[in-house]
């Protein structure tokens, strides 16, 4: 017997209008530009089926040109606008991580401080990855600290500490993901897994900070580590 649909879920449609519509609201000329370059996708194939003489062949192969292109070009504008909406949110890196695919576990404000900087910590198969939000002159502190905490507990294990921000020396929301995925490789999978074992009796130092954390914000996947 096929399972119910959640009710509360939202069609492909509807999905699919939400994101336009946020596309819209980041960047007016965004649908525009995807209909044009799925437009423009389709004339130079059909121009090219008219000068070797395989119009319809070329008009079939240029309708599924045009649907890839336009929504390689409509996944990015998300992507850009998802990206737009988050910054400067409390919270908006742990959005950003929790988005990342593969054997990640990923933790937030496992660390905060009076100013709602946040540490948030990350394992996988670089080792440990702690995060922070926040002005580099306040967070690189809290960085230390943490990063001697977690060392009790991970010994011998690679720890690497990112500063997320639009500071100098800080990685921008956008390339995150990206710099993440970036690191080496130091673990296997069976000592990923022993890792995530010890951490997890790790307490966070300070409660959460006020105000609602963005959870709920959908990012794009980015690569997944193989």
Do not use: C, T
């Given at each position: 017997m096929a399972k119910s649909e959640d009710p509360e879920k939202p069609g492909r449609i509807k999905q699919l209008r939400m994101i336009a519509k946020i596309i819209k609201q980041a960047n007016p000329k965004g649908m525009p530009i995807v209909f044009l370059s799925a437009v423009g996708t389709l004339a130079v194939v059909v121009v090219i089926g008219l000068v070797t003489d395989y119009l319809w062949y070329s008009v079939f192969i240029g309708v599924l040109a045009a649907f890839t292109v336009?929504?390689?070009?409509?996944?990015?504008?998300?992507?850009?606008?998802?990206?737009?909406?988050?910054h400067g949110q409390t919270g908006a890196a742990a959005a950003v991580l929790e988005g990342m695919r593969g054997n990640w576990q990923v933790t937030p404000a496992i660390a905060v401080n009076r100013d709602q900087d946040l540490i948030?910590?990350?394992?996988?198969?670089?080792?440990?990855?702690?995060?922070?939000?926040?002005?580099?002159?306040?967070?690189?502190?809290?960085?230390?600290?943490?990063?001697k905490r977690v060392a009790r507990v991970v010994l011998g294990v690679e720890i690497y500490d990112i500063q997320c921000g639009d500071g100098e020396g800080q990685v921008p929301i956008s390339k995150l993901q990206r710099h993440i995925m970036?690191?080496?490789?130091?673990?296997?999978?069976?000592?990923?897994?022993?890792?995530?074992?010890?951490?997890?009796?790790?307490?966070?130092?300070?409660?959460?900070?006020?105000?609602?954390m963005p959870k709920g914000a959908r990012m794009p996947r980015g690569p997944k580590m193989r």
């Open positions: 336009g929504l390689v070009v409509f996944g990015q504008l998300a992507q850009k606008a998802q990206y737009s909406i988050l948030h910590l990350v394992v996988g198969y670089p080792g440990v990855v702690l995060v922070s939000e926040g002005p580099g002159n306040r967070v690189a502190k809290m960085l230390a600290a943490e990063k970036k690191l080496p490789r130091n673990l296997k999978k069976p000592a990923v897994n022993e890792v995530k074992d010890r951490l997890r009796s790790l307490p966070r130092n300070m409660p959460m900070p006020k105000g609602p």
